[in-house]
C-alpha cells in the first residue's frame, strides 16, 4: 500500500517537504527529488532490516511523522532532517561478501540504535504514544537530558531525548 498524505482540502495537490509535486512514475509516492543525491559532502541515512517492510512504513510514517518518499523494497521515508531506508534482509553481495542482514532476532541485545533530539519529550511521548507508539517507560530525567526509548515493529530500538537547559 502506497502511503501519501493528502491535505485536508482537496483544492491543491499534496506536496513533499521540499514543495514537489507526487511523481506519477512511483504509484503515490513522493518523488525522490527529496531524497539526497550529492554533489559534494555527506548526508546521513539510516538503513533499517525489515521482516515487513509495509508494517515498518506505516509506524515510520504514521506513528513517528515521517512522509513517504518511495514504497516497496526499498522503502524511504523522510523523517525529520533524514531518510529512513527500510528494506528486507539478505544474504552476501559481491559488495558485502561476509555479510548477511537480518531483523533483530533479540530485541534485548543492541548494537545500534536511532536517536531522535526533540524540542518537546512530553508533547513527542503524548503524539506518538496516541498514534501508536509504545514506549519502554515514560521519559526519565537523567540530569543533562531527559530520554525514553521505543522500538519499531521489528525490534529496533529507538532512544527519543531532549537536552534540560
Avoid at 60 to 66: A, I, P, R
Avoid at 126 to 154: H, N
Wanted: hydrophobic letters at 40%.
Amino acid at each position: 500500500m502506497t502511503h501519501v498524505r493528502m491535505p485536508a482540502h482537496r483544492a491543491r495537490p499534496p506536496r513533499t517537504l521540499a514543495g514537489h509535486l507526487p511523481s506519477p512514475g512511483l504509484k503515490g509516492a513522493l518523488p525522490l527529488a527529496d531524497f539526497p543525491a550529492l554533489t559534494e559532502g555527506i548526508v546521513l541515512t539510516h538503513f533499517i532490516v525489515s521482516s515487513d517492510v509495509a508494517k515498518s512504513r506505516q509506524f515510520y510514517s504514521d506513528v513517528l511523522g515521517g512522509e513517504t518518499l518511495m514504497d516497496g523494497e526499498p522503502t524511504i521515508v523522510a523523517l525529520a532532517n533524514s531518510w529512513i531506508i527500510i528494506n528486507t534482509g539478505g544474504g552476501p553481495t559481491d559488495d558485502k561478501p561476509t555479510v548477511t542482514l537480518e531483523a533483530p532476532t533479540d530485541p534485548d541485545r543492541v548494537s545500534a540504535f536511532l536517536n531522535i533530539r526533540v524540542a518537546d519529550i512530553a508533547a513527542v511521548h503524548a503524539d506518538w504514544s496516541a498514534r501508536g507508539a509504545q514506549f519502554l517507560t515514560p521519559p526519565i530525567d537523567r540530569g543533562p537530558e531527559i530520554r525514553c526509548y521505543l522500538r519499531d515493529p521489528d525490534g529496533h530500538l529507538i532512544e527519543v531525548g531532549q537536552v534540560n537547559r
